[in-house]
């Protein structure tokens, strides 16, 4: 009898994975994204076990959105205290934190557990071409 395997956490490789944003629709990048912080593109696959590869994007502030989403949706934030609630628009926080829009965008997509909260500390996301992780990514 042939047995599934399951991934151990000390038996995880991981590698860094470079995504380029430029004129690349914004959910699009964002699914592909989670899908490799999850480790959902390996065969090694284990859903209680984060077995998935670190992520750098760059060029963040190129991306282009489909439909009027830049102008009309909007994130709430919220401290606790009675109106407290806080609107901030997607085109503004586009322009002036891209790298916070991408990391909302992507834990949105990630589980809403611990697991989920130590696959968005390998997502590294920069607004211009350069990075400092150079010396991790092969070739």
């Not at 430029?22 to 699009?28: E, P, Q």
């Not at 992520?55 to 919220?78: P, Q």
């Amino acid at each position: 009898m042939k047995f599934t395997q399951m991934a151990k956490a000390n038996e995880i490789e991981r590698d860094w994975i470079v995504v380029d944003a430029t004129d690349k629709v914004f959910g699009r990048i964002i699914t592909e994204v989670a899908t490799i912080l999850r480790g959902k593109h390996k065969p090694s696959y284990t859903p209680h076990v984060d077995c998935g590869d670190y992520v750098v994007i760059i060029n963040a502030s190129k991306a282009k959105f489909s439909g009027t989403k830049l102008e009309t949706k909007n994130y709430y934030t919220h401290s606790g205290y009675f109106g407290s609630t806080k609107t901030h628009k997607m085109s503004e926080m586009f322009e002036k934190n891209p790298e916070k829009l991408y990391k909302l965008a992507t834990r949105g997509m990630l589980p809403k557990t611990k697991l989920g909260k130590d696959m968005l500390k390998k997502l590294k996301v920069y607004a211009g071409s350069e990075h400092p992780h150079t010396a991790q990514i092969k070739g």
